[in-house]
């Protein structure tokens, strides 16, 4: 009997080292698919932030000598109309950032079915994500000149009398930036709630329709609670994409007319390099990182459980 407990036992242990070094194996090879990307990242992302953190504290310039100032750059951001008026207008952006989810969940259910040609329908509206933002800003600069198709449109119809410069005309320039921010996302978003809408089991949906659900109901009692996890990774990242954005603004406007499309990232790069006051604009994006990531933890804070697993 002793006997074939201590084999059981061996056998047990056994399994047990053969299970850990599968799983050391399975480590090793993962680790090792993701160096290439960990050096990247290390080199072009950690370390850049790591070494911005003691340059915030000194007046680090190309053209001149480097002394550590202290506070003095982050006294100076929080005295700087510009930098001001930036953060106002980066905070305008997240106005986008329900707008992209509503129509992005929208836009996923539309082409969640299984009908002839619907790939084409993902395809096209994924084609913006995709879409270099220089030839992006080609069309749009464009679609919305004094003389272009917006303007004709919008006259045709009888909305405006007049034709406008909307990315030179001071109170339209960064809503209309706003809205090419919203038509850029949306494909990206779309293909992220796609996916959670086909992890939804479609058992619970033809449940729900045998008790008389209709398409509405099934939406709002299923579809929207389950995707709630989905809702909130994408939410998180397309606010700080909104807070953070720059590629628009840059190459459209250059946060022109005056400051009226001048956001945090575009006033950091202008004093990072075009002023060369490299010291100054590691201080602003301290600031700009600490206040995304107070509002990441707030929106961590109210995340309410969702999606398959707790249901």
Not at 15 to 34: H, T
Not at 149 to 161: C, K
Not at 267 to 286: P, V
Request: net charge positive.
């Amino acid at each position: 009997m002793n006997t074939q407990l201590l084999k059981e036992q061996e056998i047990k242990k056994a399994g047990i080292k053969s299970e850990r070094k599968r799983k050391s194996s399975e480590a090793k090879i993962a680790w090792l698919f993701m160096a290439p990307g960990l050096v990247l990242l290390c080199l072009f992302v950690f370390w850049p932030i790591i070494y911005s953190v003691p340059l915030a504290f000194t007046n680090y310039s190309v053209i001149s000598e480097t002394k550590f100032i202290g506070l003095e750059n982050f006294t100076r951001a929080f005295t700087d109309t510009n930098f001001i008026v930036s953060l106002k207008n980066s905070m305008l952006y997240v106005i986008v950032v329900p707008f992209i989810q509503l129509f992005s969940i929208l836009m996923a259910i539309l082409v969640n079915r299984k009908m002839a040609g619907i790939k084409f329908f993902r395809s096209a509206y994924y084609i913006p994500v995709v879409t270099s933002m220089v030839a992006v800003a080609i069309i749009w600069g464009w679609l919305l000149s004094q003389n272009g198709v917006v303007n004709y449109i919008l006259m045709s119809v009888g909305i405006i009398d007049e034709k406008i410069s909307w990315l030179s005309n001071f109170d339209t320039a960064l809503w209309a930036l706003m809205f090419i921010t919203l038509w850029k996302g949306l494909g990206y978003y779309m293909m992220i709630y796609l996916a959670g809408l086909q992890a939804i089991p479609q058992d619970l949906v033809e449940a729900a329709q045998i008790d008389g659900a209709n398409r509405w109901q099934v939406i709002r009692h299923i579809t929207i609670p389950l995707l709630k996890p989905y809702v909130f990774f994408c939410s998180l990242i397309s606010l700080m994409g909104a807070i953070r954005v720059f590629d628009e603004v840059f190459v459209l406007t250059s946060g022109g007319p005056g400051n009226a499309t001048l956001t945090s990232s575009v006033y950091i790069y202008q004093q990072g390099f075009q002023q060369f006051d490299f010291g100054y604009s590691s201080a602003l994006g301290l600031i700009v990182s600490a206040i995304i990531m107070v509002i990441s933890i707030v929106i961590f804070a109210f995340n309410k459980k969702g999606g398959v697993n707790p249901y």
